[in-house]
């Protein structure tokens, strides 16, 4: 089964319009983190947010804000105040706290178009 | 300022010809990793390392060779490459601290890149 889902392979939205970005994931394990990243056309990975399983709050770093709800295990992104520079790959990935080697599992991505 | 390093950001080499691609970290990291992204398949790990001389498979080891003789240095071996070794990798750092009051200390932040292209 998918650990992390991320249903939307595309996304458009105009300049200064907030933008959601789905992200469902799935875990047994009680400690967890989840982590979105962005990638632009020049390819590197650039970390945006964080936001623990523990957390009461939902994440916010400027633009970017995380609404999690660990009822329905869903931790989308939102990008308020759209610009041009937002166009990229995103991606969501959750850390297990479980496992000792820490490593990140992946969504597939979505892809964000920003329009003038 | 805080980054990682990774070197070369671009290798079109053929096969069975070894190369390593170095990586370096002046975060004072003890966690290092390696992941490779394919289309299709995502970011998977393919070794990682806790500190200096503990290393550990991840996902999909098979075909590479890792090193941590140095906290701030993780290179990534290709003893005989293969085209199936074509891809986009990453080496990533992060601290084992405990959580700090706010976030989380243990983000995993990403190098360049290296576009790997093996004929």
């Known amino acids: 089964a998918q650990k992390i889902t991320q249903t939307q392979p595309g996304m458009f939205v105009q300049e200064k319009e907030a933008v959601t970005l789905d992200c469902t994931y799935d875990t047994s394990d009680p400690s967890y983190g989840l982590f979105w990243y962005k990638q632009p056309s020049s390819g590197e990975m650039i970390f945006l947010i964080y936001?623990?399983?523990?957390?009461?709050q939902n994440a916010t770093e400027g633009r970017y804000s995380l609404n999690f709800q660990k009822a329905r295990k869903s931790a989308n992104l939102v990008i308020s105040a759209s610009q041009l520079g937002d166009s990229a790959m995103y991606f969501c990935?959750?850390?297990?706290?479980?496992?000792?080697?820490?490593?990140?599992?992946f969504g597939s991505g979505t892809r964000l178009q920003v329009q003038p | 300022e805080a980054q990682v390093t990774q070197n070369p950001r671009y290798l079109i080499t053929v096969t069975g010809k070894k190369l390593t691609v170095t990586c370096s970290q002046n975060m004072n990291h003890e966690y290092m990793s390696w992941y490779r992204q394919d289309p299709g398949l995502g970011l998977r790990q393919i070794y990682y390392?806790?500190?200096?001389?503990?290393?550990d498979k991840g996902d999909v080891p098979e075909g590479y060779k890792v090193s941590r003789k140095e906290k701030r240095n993780f290179p990534l071996i290709l003893e005989s490459p293969s085209p199936n070794q074509t891809s986009l990798y990453f080496c990533?750092?992060?601290?084992?601290?405990?959580?700090?009051?706010?976030?989380?200390?243990?983000?995993?932040?990403f190098g360049p890149g290296t576009r790997l292209t093996v004929l």
């Open positions: 936001q623990g399983s523990y957390d009461q």
């Open positions: 390392s806790m500190n200096v001389e503990v290393t």
């Open positions: 990935a959750m850390r297990e706290m479980g496992t000792g080697r820490r490593a990140l599992t």
């Open positions: 990533a750092s992060s601290s084992l601290a405990s959580r700090g009051l706010r976030g989380s200390t243990d983000t995993q932040y």
